[in-house]
């Protein structure tokens, strides 16, 4: 509960009467300070008049003020600039490092407060807050959505960025490392970051106006012709697979030209429960056809403001083999298995505006972080249960920018029971 403790200071939920120290001294809390989420003491800079004389420094908080000594407070120099110490049940004195005898300031959590706070604990509803939702002002609603959205782009431009740094600032490599991770839709989105993080794109620069030879280097590096790392389904008939036969003699070829050594093992691709669409073979002939075609480079999708036409642009298809199959040496009804349009737009919203809000970030360029947002309105939501159970609360959901917010909102307070931090959380429990 020490956090709701440091929630009630927060937010100013102060008792009605004067507050006062355990030794009878005033207490007026002019600014309560700004939160600290690491190491040291809970809230810096506070502004507070003790007996009249105004104070400027650091709040601890504790359920128990025995809680400072426990937690070795009382020999860490770090908190001799604490200035009060706050707590729900005071139980003894407190000391700093340097012997200076602390203030302190009994805080209790109002009932009601409390009450609401162990529902949101406990309930198995989702979202735990819906009774609430509907209550609220649009303006409370959009704004706290706006700011997920923000956290969420910037939390995913912070991992492009990441992968900047990693390719030693070629965006061209962050690009692509990026765009294969969202080739693998989730489920396989790992294994396809880690073979597009060695896959030789200079060897496949040098072969890149012929579809055969990308699609042997794209399936060959990634362990998808070795007869081993097949499913068992398809073990037993690619070696009568003539399209197999040739794709296992190009990779040879082009491993010994370039000196490739080492495939992804077989354990890093998953096919449980995955539609055939899914299959990593298909991807990645899709990723090597679209590699082929150079109309999703990054100087073309960076600059793009339109939807439509970043939907032309991975508009892909796979070559002819691929239409009649889905794994090696088992034929299918033919299709063209181009990426559908709600692909596209997955991608569109994990790869294209996550890597423009980072380029803007990496170039001082406000202007891309907007052209991210504004193409995420532009965008129809995705569909999971995630949204129906929001949309049933009564918070609308009419663009992936909308969608985009929501899921911030599941996996990064709902999931972690962090409603104290989540503006719905506020209203719930002061309501």
């Known amino acids: 509960m020490e956090k709701l403790l440091h929630y009630v200071w927060k937010h100013r939920i102060y008792p009605l009467g004067p507050l006062m ?39 601890e908080i ?45 805080l209790p959590i109002p009932e009601s407060v409390h009450e609401r706070y162990v529902e949101l604990l406990q309930t198995d509803d989702y979202p735990r807050c819906w009774r609430i939702l509907s209550q609220l002002s649009p303006l409370t609603v959009h704004a706290w959505m706006s700011a997920l959205l923000c956290e969420r782009l910037q939390t995913r431009a912070d991992r492009c960025l990441e992968r900047l740094t990693a390719t030693n600032g070629d965006w061209n490599r962050t690009w692509f490392i990026t765009l294969a991770r969202n080739f693998g839709f989730g489920v396989n989105g790992d294994a396809f970051e880690r073979w597009a993080r060695h896959f030789p794109l200079q060897a496949a620069a040098k072969h890149r106006d012929d579809a055969f030879q990308l699609e042997a280097l794209f399936l060959g590096t990634a362990g998808l012709l070795e007869l081993d790392n097949l499913p068992s389904s398809s073990q037993k008939v690619a070696t009568s697979d003539a399209y197999y036969l040739r ?46 075609l150079g109309q999703a480079t990054p100087d073309k999708l960076l600059h793009a403001t ?5 939907q032309q642009a991975l508009d892909v298809g796979v070559t ?43 170039h001082s360029d406000e202007n891309f972080q907007e052209r991210a947002l504004n193409l995420l309105e532009q965008l129809k939501p995705e569909r999971n249960f995630i949204l129906r159970q929001w949309q049933q609360c009564g918070v609308g959901v009419e663009n992936a920018a909308d969608s985009q917010a929501l899921i911030q909102l599941k996996q990064e307070y709902c999931d972690r029971h962090d409603c104290l931090r989540c503006r719905f959380g506020y209203e719930y429990l002061k309501f």
Request: charge should be neutral; hydrophobic fraction near 40%.
């Open 21 to 59: 120290t355990t030794k009878g001294q005033r207490v007026e809390i002019i600014d309560p300070g700004l939160q600290n989420f690491h190491a040291g003491p809970d809230f810096f800079n506070a502004k507070v008049r003790i007996d009249g004389t105004l104070w400027i420094g650091n709040v």
């Open 247 to 292: 794709l296992v003699g190009e990779w040879n070829y082009l491993s010994h030209k370039f000196q490739l050594k080492g495939t992804m093992p077989a354990a890093n691709w998953r096919y449980l429960r995955l539609r055939p669409q899914n299959f990593p073979h298909l991807r990645l002939v899709q990723l090597a056809q679209l590699y082929h």
């Open 62 to 106: 504790h359920l128990r003020s025995s809680d400072w000594q426990h937690h070795g407070h009382i020999n860490d120099a770090a908190y001799n600039n604490v200035i009060l110490h706050v707590a729900e049940s005071i139980d003894g004195e407190v000391f700093t490092a340097d012997g200076r005898c602390l203030p302190q300031l009994q």
């Open 306 to 310: 339109q939807r439509k036409f970043l």
């Open 320 to 362: 002819d083999y691929w239409q009649s199959h889905y794994l090696f040496g088992l034929e299918t009804p033919c299709s063209d298995k181009r990426l559908s349009e709600a692909s596209r737009d997955l991608i569109i919203i994990n790869t294209i505006c996550p890597m423009l809000f980072a380029y803007g970030q990496a």
